[in-house]
């Protein structure tokens, strides 16, 4: 049994936080107790963060990443590759991609994979809008990075059968083994397709 | 390096949650993300219960805990004993012994024990009205329950210091093996405190 803390105010601040994923009671509790620390400028700044969050967030019409304005900061920026497209998942992938400073082209972010045990089907993401895209013309290639998973392979043969009358280049991000680790870890799928997808030494 | 988000409303929520102890960048935008998918109201519900917190939250004038009004409803509830005084560190501790359901008397929460490393001196924490409290009679017993560590004692030895003269009963938290372990994990310190301090066996 659970008792109630001693303050509605503190009671309320800790049910909130424990509402976000991997944050239990406890863990509320020390989180809102170090708010309490803090000065209450800060603390009142803090939730000012999030009252306003969803109505000051927006989406790119553009490629669907996460936005100020109504084309995002990449979708805008002139010196990057509008011939090129990668597809993610979601807003996380976009950063990781950008982090790596590999790719210089556009993004357009699916919001998902096709998983008909979450109940996710094509319908439930940007695939029409890609497709749109595409269509419009000006595009040489298309970059699937989706997950290895067996949800990011069926979403990347639903996408390549839609933009494959298109006539648009399209590729998948190399899989193989990891960098850095001994081979005798990796796992034998990832190993077979570094075989496979093996390339010229230069 | 760490790229920006593209989005000011999502990085300010990023960097208030990193702000929080063991919360980074990474944690923050997965809690961001997760609050992006709930409804809007929920998200404002959410930033108003810290925007309001500091203000609404008050601290008990008897025992210092956290409180809605000026004494707590520990304080306040007249079948507690008012003879028994537990004195504890924090709020966390008072809730942990409520939750044992062992202890029916009132507390006093000190705010934290003596640390000259952190600079934390008897005058920053609440020994003085400890002592007022004492002094104004009708207390039997104080119990000292703060952490088994070289701060929590230093605390006891000047907390008694402080009340002997008083003539008020002073009593420690047992220190032994845990209940449930195996007596060979026990720490050596433990386990002979367990020997010097061994009870009668009913």
């Known amino acids: 049994m659970e008792r109630q803390y001693p303050s509605a105010a503190l009671e309320r601040a800790v049910r909130e936080f424990s509402t976000l994923p991997g944050i239990g009671r406890k863990t509320a509790l020390r989180l809102v107790l170090h708010l309490l620390s803090r000065p209450e400028e800060e603390?009142?700044?803090?939730?000012?963060?999030?009252?306003?969050?969803?109505?000051?967030?927006?989406y790119c019409k553009v490629c669907h990443n996460i936005s100020d304005s109504d084309v995002c900061m990449i979708c805008a920026n002139p010196k990057r590759d509008v011939s090129m497209i990668c597809v993610v998942e979601n807003i996380q992938d976009v950063?990781?991609?950008?982090?790596?400073?590999?790719?210089?082209?556009?993004?357009?972010?699916?919001?998902?994979?096709?998983?008909?045990v979450?109940?996710?089907?094509?319908?439930?993401?940007?695939?029409?809008?890609?497709?749109?895209?595409?269509?419009a013309g000006g595009i040489s290639e298309v970059i699937l990075a989706?997950?290895?998973?067996?949800?990011?392979?069926?979403?990347?043969?639903?996408?390549?059968?839609?933009?494959?009358?298109?006539?648009?280049?399209?590729?998948?991000?190399a899989r193989g083994v990891?960098?850095?680790?001994?081979?005798?870890?990796?796992d034998e799928v990832s190993l077979g397709r570094s075989i496979l997808d093996r390339t010229p030494f230069v």
């Open 146 to 173: 989706l997950s290895p998973t067996m949800e990011g392979d069926t979403t990347n043969f639903f996408i390549s059968r839609k933009l494959s009358p298109l006539g648009v280049k399209l590729s998948v991000i």
């Open 43 to 58: 603390v009142r700044q803090f939730g000012q963060a999030f009252v306003s969050l969803k109505s000051e967030i927006r």
């Open 118 to 135: 979450d109940g996710v089907g094509p319908m439930n993401l940007q695939i029409e809008s890609l497709v749109e895209r595409v269509a």
């Open 95 to 116: 950063l990781a991609i950008e982090n790596t400073m590999q790719f210089n082209g556009l993004y357009h972010v699916l919001g998902g994979v096709i998983s008909p």
């Open 178 to 186: 990891t960098i850095g680790n001994n081979l005798e870890y990796a």
